[in-house]
């Protein structure tokens, strides 16, 4: 393996990063419904509804565009829901406050991402 300069031209011959999302959504056009690796599971979910769970007691749910394979995804037509939990000092009392928006389409940073759960399929 190349270091410097040469290792991004190899990388980018080889197919690495540039062309991810494209050569994943190829696959989801042609590619069955075998689920051998973890990121098959989100192929098979593309323009799907899903649900994201994000640090920071954020959750996400719409529709899949793209993805890749640091799980830095599009979706569409989203929905986000923010949980807030405050305390109030005088009574100890725990206040959850849940902010909901919509948002038509976002970019999601994979390291953010906790946990992805497909649609319900029913055979």
Do not use: C, F
Not at 23 to 45: C, T, Y
Request: proline share 3%.
């Amino acid at each position: 393996r190349q270091r410097g300069r040469g290792a991004h031209r190899e990388r980018r011959e080889r197919g690495g990063q540039r062309g991810a999302w494209e050569r994943e959504a190829n696959m989801s056009k042609g590619g069955g419904s075998n689920v051998d690796e973890p990121l098959d599971l989100l192929r098979l979910s593309l323009d799907e509804r899903i649900y994201v769970k994000m640090r920071g007691d954020r959750e996400l749910r719409g529709k899949l565009h793209a993805y890749d394979q640091h799980l830095n995804m599009i979706l569409g037509e989203v929905e986000e829901t923010i949980t807030v939990v405050e305390y109030d000092e005088d009574t100890y009392e725990e206040l959850v406050k849940m902010t909901k928006r919509s948002v038509p389409m976002l970019y999601v940073r994979g390291d953010g991402v906790i946990l992805v759960s497909p649609p319900l399929r029913t055979s």
